[in-house]
Structures are given as structure tokens and as C-alpha cells.
Nanobody, 114 residues
Framework: QGQLVESGGGLVQAGGSLIISCRAS???????????MNWYRQAPGKQREFVAS???????NYAESVKGRFTISRDNSRKTIWLQMNDLREEDTDVYYC?????WGKGTQVPVHT
């Protein structure tokens, strides 16, 4: 079964930038290439919410709250996606999860402090 592993989270100051990544393993390239890859986020006590998605052909979709600040990208040959986050706000503080097909990663924390 495929696995997704996020990395790159960490404490960041409001107004700053951070890039997080998610790499797929135990999945063949042709399978990965079929996945629409997603980023979600979740704060304690809140529902997990959609952040961004990207198809294999690089069609992107974003939540309204992050449009213009976050950029999702992928490299199919590396079975990896990224989320570039700029102009971070305190309300962006969450655990960020990668999702592909029905598989979720374990998340990476992004605390934003003022």
C-alpha cells in the first residue's frame, strides 16, 4: 500500500514563508501519475479543511483563504508535491496533511507566531 510522508513543517513568523513537501513511496510511478494530489489542514478541535489540489497535468485548485499566498506544485518523476506558503498568518497555524487517492500522510505541523 502506498505511503505519503510530509516534511518541512516548523515554526514560522507571521508574514514569513515556508515550503512543505510530501513524497509518495511504495507506489509505482504510473499509479502516482493518476492521483490528484491534495493538501489539507486541521487545527485542534476543528474539521480538516481543503487547502489545494493539483492534477497530474498540473491543473491547480485552491481554497479561497489561501489563494494568492500558497502555491501547490508537483514533480511526477519524483512522486513529490510541495506547498509553497507565503505571507503566512496566525490563522494558517495547523497540521498540514497530504492526500492522494484514499491515502493520507501523517501530517506536518506549521505553527505561525506573531
Amino acid at each position: 500500500q502506498g505511503q505519503l510522508v510530509e516534511s518541512g513543517g516548523g515554526l514560522v513568523q507571521a508574514g514569513g514563508s515556508l515550503i512543505i513537501s510530501c513524497r509518495a513511496s511504495r507506489v509505482i510511478l504510473s499509479t502516482f501519475n493518476r492521483y490528484v494530489m491534495n493538501w489539507y489542514r486541521q487545527a485542534p478541535g476543528k474539521q480538516r479543511e481543503f487547502v489545494a489540489s493539483i492534477t497530474s497535468s498540473h491543473t491547480k485548485n485552491y481554497a479561497e483563504s489561501v489563494k494568492g499566498r500558497f502555491t501547490i506544485s508537483r514533480d511526477n518523476s519524483r512522486k513529490t508535491i510541495w506547498l509553497q506558503m507565503n505571507d503566512l498568518r496566525e490563522e494558517d497555524t495547523d497540521v498540514y496533511y497530504c492526500k492522494g487517492d484514499k491515502t493520507w500522510g501523517k501530517g506536518t505541523q506549521v505553527p505561525v507566531h506573531t
